[in-house]
């Protein structure tokens, strides 16, 4: 490849790091393993980068490719039964008390997440990442009506453990 398109991948890699970050979170709760997951997708975006069809949206050939890795790697870890607990990893805490609220109810959200199956894990990190349920339906090859539906019943699901959370 030539110097304009690694360039271009780098570009790529900066552009998607938030994302990427989050899907490698979600799906390996080893922090142990995360640069591996991490090394994982970016082999694959770059050995699929030469066969990219412009006439897709960029973010949406991302995602998919690195959700499919990420699957992928979830499956092989249940498999091994391997991982940590998500919880212990995910953020830092701050001296900020309302930080410290915001982190924890973050932590917890991304916990709950964790517990999600795989196609439901995908859809609400989409979401938390402000796609437009047009964009999640594209990304996750699924009709709108689908990802509404989804999203709803997600919704639903993390309210009720949030519920139970705070009255155990």
């Not at 030539?2 to 790529?12: A, D, M, T, V």
């Not at 998607?16 to 970016?42: A, H």
């Not at 897709?56 to 991302?62: E, H, I, M, P």
């Not at 349920?133 to 009709?143: D, L, P, R, T």
Request: glycine content about 2%.
């Amino acid at each position: 490849m030539s110097l304009s398109e690694k360039e271009r991948f780098i570009g790529i890699l900066r552009d998607y790091r938030g994302i990427l970050t989050k899907i490698i979170r979600s799906y390996c709760k080893n922090p142990d393993d995360w640069k591996d997951l991490e090394q994982e997708i970016v082999i694959q975006l770059w050995r699929a980068l030469k066969n990219y069809d412009a006439t897709y949206k960029l973010s949406t050939w991302v995602y998919r490719i690195a959700l499919n890795v990420a699957i992928s790697h979830y499956r092989q870890g249940l498999k091994r039964k391997n991982d940590a607990p998500l919880e212990e990893a995910l953020f830092q805490v701050t001296a900020d008390p309302a930080e410290e609220l915001y982190t924890e109810r973050r932590e917890l959200l991304y916990g709950f997440i964790t517990k999600l199956n795989e196609f439901d894990k995908a859809v609400i990190i989409l979401y938390l990442e402000a796609n437009s349920q047009k964009e999640i339906a594209e990304i996750m090859g699924i009709s709108e009506t689908n990802v509404s539906t989804r999203l709803h019943r997600i919704k639903t699901k993390l309210k009720s453990l949030f519920s139970t959370f705070n009255h155990v």
